[in-house]
């Protein structure tokens, strides 16, 4: 096994003390059934209240509205502002990123609410991550995993690179539609879209009838199809992602202007996100999307955070209301107390990436990650992501893709799948083969 890995691979390897991490005892995973919630969270409240218990999340239908899931908390007002001016206040419980946006923008804000706990899941979902719990390992030096299927891998985690797994693996639909919208923010205050699109996700390691024997290992196919701006229209993407770095990806696009589909291998890491027109790499779409390898992961601890939260009112706001100059708009977010995991990301040696030092917060609930910081290679702040969270609770499940990046140094940002006047729907899985670069071959529009 290890003549097929790269030197760096190795490492990482070495680093992580042996090819497999066991995973935790009977004993410790018995607590997914007492004091941690089924995917692995805390189930009891702060000290002063501020972060509820989790009462089972929410998973009553709501109405939708624009083809979106509805506002659930209408009638909430925000319980306090932070601006520039009373930020101190509140300094241990803001990311380094949140406090350069509100330091650079007057117009910057952050509204907090009172804190949901929203999170939730299907019973099979939770009754796989229980079984995770005790059979889920960690093989070739983290790069890949053996043992889970249909639930979080590691409800209780003990090492950073297991954080990013139950990201990567969180929570999702077996397979969802959605239209969303990517925006390019200028130094000027000026917002362009840089594409709007129809894609289709599916999450195989979901599908409710699979099991850990019978997975073989992919575990995203992605597939979107531009419709503005006109000379994008018809541009196709698909991508297959795989939990495993011998497989990790792979990629077609299709190219209007050539009339041909070819292999997109630089889809991934910190290559340009030419949806986004360039204004993100691409392992900045939702959360962090893409392999471990470049990183070696440092699990810090766990901390109360203020983050965007429940943004179901913020996606059903059209898009003109949704930003203002630089930034969302702080009349339309909402933000919440909840505890995050922490996890330093430091290259690995004999790696490279142009973010060589980042700071993950992971959402203690669902495992999203919340937020970013990114430092360039002289340490100064450079980038910091925020991803806009929906409950969905038809699923039930939280939607956490939908990410703003901003450049720090620039004064730019990139606004990645937002739903703003789109929709968002659970629907049944589609064949395998919709998912290739012979599908695309076959259904080019122009």
Known sequence: MIKNLSL??????????????????????????????????EKAGNKDGSIPAWNGGLTTPG?????????????????????????????????????ALLTRYPSYRIDVYPAHRTAAAPQYVYDNTFRNATSATLEKGGLAIKGAYGGIPFPIPKTGIELY??????????????????????????????????????????????????????????????????????????????????????????LVGQRRVRRAPTVG?????????????FDEVNGFWGGPDRYEWKLVGKKEMFIPYNNNRYFNTPADEAFVPYHTNPDKTRWELHRVWV??????????????????????????ITMIDGYDADGKLWRTSQ????????????????TIVYNLQAGTYSVIQFLNGEYWRAVPP????????DSLASQGVR
Do not use: C
């Open 343 to 368: 996890v330093e990301a430091t290259l690995t040696p004999g790696k490279r990436h142009v973010v060589p030092r980042r700071t993950f917060y992971f959402d203690e609930d669902t495992w999203a």
């Open 165 to 254: 797994w139950n990201h990567t693996l969180r929570v999702k639909p077996s397979s969802v539609e959605f239209g969303f919208v990517n925006w390019v923010g200028s130094a000027d205050g000026r917002r362009t879209m840089a594409n709007r699109a129809d894609n289709n996700n599916q999450m195989p390691y979901y599908l409710p009838d699979g099991s850990a024997q019978s997975w073989n290992g992919d575990y995203l196919l992605a597939r979107f199809v531009s419709t503005e701006p006109s000379f994008k229209a018809g541009e196709s993407l698909v991508v297959r992602d795989r939990a495993d770095p011998d497989d990790a990806r792979q990629a077609w696009q299709y």
């Open 63 to 99: 109405s939708r509205t624009s083809n979106l899931p509805a506002d659930p908390f209408p009638g909430e007002k925000p319980l306090f502002q932070i601006t520039a001016k009373n930020m101190g206040q509140y300094a241990d419980k803001l990311g380094e990123g949140v406090k």
């Open 430 to 437: 589609k064949p395998n083969a919709f998912f290739t670069g």
């Open 387 to 402: 991803s806009f969270s929906i409950a969905a609770p038809e699923v039930p499940a939280i939607n956490s893709d939908p």
């Open 8 to 41: 760096a691979s190795v490492v990482v390897l070495l680093l992580s003390g042996g090819l497999s991490h066991a995973a935790v005892t009977a004993d410790e995973a018995a607590k997914l059934k007492s004091t941690l919630t089924p995917l692995g969270a």
């Open 269 to 281: 890491y910190d290559t340009p996100d030419f949806v986004a027109s360039g204004a993100n790499y």
